[in-house]
């Protein structure tokens, strides 16, 4: 059942978690005069000529950078990624000298399974601490055993955007939101179904885990 759950994960987050921003139209960038006594500036690659990117295209972070921000943002280590750290790409300086940072599958399967222990533990140790102590629902207040099929919109709303900028450092957009808002409630409810209650937010972690906005910079 457990891994039922998270399938749903992938089928109902994916437009939101996992697409890039398509532009719609297009645009020109107009010269800015600069003052006689202006230090010299660097311009920023044409676009056309740097892969549609103004400026360096992004990076996926590197293993250890990995490690550090799943430890800040969840305040838990990801106890299996040491083991792993030469097949994400980090360096043995054996055979390999520098660190790969390609965002390939092997990495999205890694990070996938690591982003579930991580999260499951998190949100299971959260029913248990005070708002102040908790992760992923720090916004919410509940004692007991709690019925998150039961929040409304706004406190659903107000804690995600919280987690989105636990996780990201951005809030999600009007439209983003109202996606990911119809995916929590029905984890929540599938959660509430299998008496779960971990289970209904640890599906929003991972996917926030494995998204771009965490994995690149």
């Not at 996992?18 to 202006?38: E, F, I, M, W, Y």
């Not at 916004?139 to 107000?158: E, Q, V």
């Amino acid at each position: 059942m457990k891994r039922f759950l998270f399938a749903a994960l992938a089928l109902s987050l994916a437009a939101c978690s996992k697409s890039s921003p398509t532009a719609t139209s297009t645009g020109s960038v107009t010269p800015v005069q600069l003052p006689d006594n202006h230090p010299a500036v660097t311009p920023l690659p044409d676009p056309e000529m740097n892969g549609g990117h103004a400026g360096r295209a992004p990076r996926r972070i590197s293993v250890a950078q990995l490690d550090q921000s799943i430890q800040v943002t969840t305040g838990r280590a990801w106890t299996d990624l040491p083991d792993l750290a030469s097949s994400l790409g980090q360096a043995d300086y054996a055979l390999v000298v520098s660190d790969s940072t390609e965002a390939n599958l092997v990495f999205a399967k890694f990070l996938d399974d690591g982003a579930r222990k991580v999260c499951l533990a998190v949100s299971t140790d959260d029913l248990t601490k005070a708002p102040a102590d908790r992760v992923l629902t720090s916004a919410l207040s509940f004692t007991g055993t709690p019925d998150f099929t039961a929040l409304s919109d706004d406190d659903i709303h107000t804690n995600l955007q919280s987690l989105a900028l636990r996780f990201w450092g951005s809030q999600l957009t009007d439209a983003e939101l109202a996606q990911w808002t119809g995916s929590y409630k029905t984890f929540a409810a599938r959660a509430k179904a299998i008496n779960k209650p971990a289970q209904a937010w640890a599906p929003v972690c991972v996917a926030m885990m494995t998204d771009q906005r965490f994995i690149t910079y």
